[in-house]
C-alpha cells in the first residue's frame, strides 16, 4: 500500500470563462500550471500521479490541442505525459480537456518539479478557463 508523501495544486482560473489567454505561436507550449513536491520521508518505488484539466475556445478549423507534462520547468525537460486532441470544424463551444498521467521511479532530489504546458497547432485557439494541475507524490 502506497504512504503519502505530498500533494501540491495549481489552479490558474477556477471557473469557466475566467480567463481569456491566447496561444499566439503556433506549436509552441505555453505554461498553465506547474507544482513542486517536496520529497522529505520518501520511501521505494516513488510515483507521482498527476491529473489535470484545460478549458480552450477554439477557431472555427480543424485544430489540434497538445497537453504536454515535463518533470522540470522548461518544455524540454523530460516529458512525462503528452497527449494531442483534435477537434474538427463543428465544435463551437469552449472545450475542456482533462487528463491523468503517472511518472513512475522519477530521481529523487529535494524537490519534484512538474510543469504542464499547452500549444495548438493553428491560431486562434484561447484559453478561458478553467484550468487546474495537481499531483501526488507516493511511495512503499
Known sequence: MGTYVDGRTSQNASTANSIAIPILVINTPQLFGQIGLITAGVGANPRVLLKGTVSVSLPLALVGITVTIVRGTLATDPVVYSATS?????????????FSADDFLPTITPQLTYTAFISSNLLGTVRVGPESFDGILVSD
Open 86 to 98: 483534435t477537434f474538427s470544424l463543428s465544435i463551437l463551444a469552449p472545450q475542456v480537456i482533462t
